[in-house]
Structure formats: structure tokens, C-alpha cells
């Protein structure tokens, strides 16, 4: 199981990886290997407000849907949008070409997110 040192991650099995007031935002390489093939990303839309654990789209596999959470505040400013086409390229690479959102956050409050350690006690 890959789980990058550099990055932080969620009870809900995304990563996050914080430049300045920026935060890229994937599913875990455990996400999607219990999610098995994905065929389908929902994205939310460029300049909405999420506040932590909203519901910020889908990821659809072969057999099943799950809802992708923010991790942080802030205000959704891209999408990886090579997904549209290639969604697959989470199953292949979650941790770079991979990554689905970057949200600037609006405080950078992280307290609540999981190192790489005690991430990989929960999984």
C-alpha cells in the first residue's frame, strides 16, 4: 500500500497535499483499490463553497459509487479535468496524475487530519 509521507489524509480515505493556501485533494491508493475500476468522476463546479466534510462529488467504480468529501474549507479553484477522459488514471496513479480538486482553503486549520502513520491504523 502506497501512503506518501509528504501528504496528510482523512477518515474518509482522501489525501491532501497543502502548498501555501492550496490543497490538492485525491483518493487514497486503498480507496481505490476497494473501489475497483473507475469509470466515472462527478466533479463539483469551479467557485463553490465547501466547508469540511461536505460532499464534494462521486467517484464511480465498476460496482459501486462513493461520495468524495472535502477534507478543508475553502472554495473549489480546479479540477483535474485529464479524469473526464481518463478516470482510470486514479486506479493507476492516485497520488499525482490522479488528483481530482485543488481548493484554496480558507484557514489553515489541518488538526483534524491524519498523518501517514495513524492513517495506515485505520486502514
Known amino acids: ?16 497535499n497543502i502548498n501555501n493556501d492550496v490543497a490538492t485533494i485525491g483518493i487514497t491508493d486503498y480507496a481505490q483499490s476497494e473501489l475497483g475500476d473507475i469509470i466515472f468522476i462527478e466533479f463539483p463546479n469551479i467557485g463553490d463553497e465547501l466547508h469540511s466534510q461536505d460532499t464534494m462529488g ?6 459501486t459509487v462513493a461520495d468524495l468529501f472535502a477534507p478543508v474549507d475553502g472554495t473549489i479553484i480546479e479540477i483535474n479535468k485529464l479524469l473526464e477522459d ?10 499525482d496524475s490522479g488528483w481530482i480538486v485543488k481548493i484554496k482553503m480558507h484557514n489553515k486549520n489541518t488538526s483534524h487530519l491524519l498523518n501517514s502513520d495513524e ?3 485505520i486502514i
Open 119 to 121: 492513517y495506515h491504523k
Open 58 to 63: 462521486t467517484i464511480e467504480a465498476v460496482k
Open 86 to 95: 481518463c478516470p482510470e488514471n486514479i486506479n493507476k496513479d492516485p497520488y
Open 1 to 16: 500500500m502506497n501512503l506518501p509521507n509528504n501528504l496528510q489524509y482523512t477518515k474518509d480515505h482522501e489525501w491532501i
